[in-house]
């Protein structure tokens, strides 16, 4: 059993996380499934999503397991309640209840763009509720391979914007890779990071024109809730291996243009 025992970033969840199987084989697992079959979760199952969502409820957003009349399909919704949330921190969320169910063998496939009027019910009229990002959840039929992945060289690099060697990195290499292979809206990985003496700095590339425009009509902010997912892929990867780090907002970080800053790792000691 994989226990987590600090999480983490936000302080999202002080208590213990178990899986059953390393967090690395679990992202590596994970797919967006787009095919399911007819059979329904178990109640057993049911259950351990749902005492499990509530352990991520927050005054910001709140995550449901509901039942969508129309197609008898299960879906994770994940509700924001706060005009002000954070869109790194829902997305982080939303990955490790992501994850939680890939532990149990279940399918699941992040989904900003869907049917509102199909959820319309479980939103509370008299409240600020907006539904942020939904997914399906059951047994997949999806046997297809993962989406490709860009390569480190495009993603990764050193104080000098040079492409990162993974020889420089040691025992984060495998964290690393954890974020390159996160999920991501069009698939974009949107992610970099620049190393330099034990501090990993995470940006967003930010995209422009048309997919822009394209993104600006969802009700979330869907290249941070990427870095979110990734941050939550960094995270869970290092603080499983004993890699001790901490986030800390810096400065002066030398970077290309159409990059934002978003975070920090500052790695403090190796188990």
């Known amino acids: 059993m994989y226990n987590f025992t600090k999480l983490i970033l936000f302080g999202i969840y002080r208590g213990k996380m178990k899986f059953s199987k390393p967090i690395s084989e679990l992202i590596r697992e994970r797919h967006s499934s787009r095919n399911y079959s007819n059979e329904n979760l178990t109640i057993t199952e ?3 999503i749902q005492n499990e969502l509530l352990k991520y409820n927050s005054n910001n957003y709140f995550f449901k397991l509901v039942k969508e ?3 008898n399909m299960d879906y994770l919704l994940g509700i924001i ?31 900003g763009l869907f049917n509102k009027m199909a959820f319309s019910s479980c939103l509370d009229k008299k409240t600020f509720q907006k539904i942020g ?3 399906p959840v059951g047994y997949s039929e999806d046997f297809t391979s993962k989406k490709g992945r860009k390569p480190w060289s ?23 890779e954890m974020v390159r292979l996160a999920p991501s809206g069009m698939n974009l990985q949107p992610w970099r990071i620049i190393y330099y003496k034990n501090k990993y700095h995470f940006f967003v590339e930010r995209k422009k024109g048309i997919v822009a425009l394209a993104f600006k009509t969802l009700a979330i902010d869907i290249q941070l809730v990427d870095m979110g997912i990734a941050m939550c892929h960094f995270e869970l990867y290092a603080n499983e291996n004993g890699l001790i780090g901490k986030w800390s907002k810096e400065s002066s970080i030398n970077h290309p243009d159409d990059w934002q800053y978003i975070n920090t790792w500052i790695q403090i000691s190796n188990k």
């Open 46 to 48: 049911v259950e351990k």
């Open 69 to 71: 009349k129309k197609s």
């Open 81 to 111: 309640t706060n005009k002000h949330f954070s869109n790194i921190q829902f997305g982080y969320t939303f990955e490790i209840v992501v994850l939680f169910c890939t532990d149990l063998g279940l399918g699941t496939c992040w989904t």
């Open 133 to 135: 990002f939904i997914s």
């Open 154 to 176: 495009e993603l990764f690099f050193n104080e000098k914007n040079q492409p990162l060697n993974k020889n420089d990195v040691q025992t984060y290499h495998e964290a690393i």
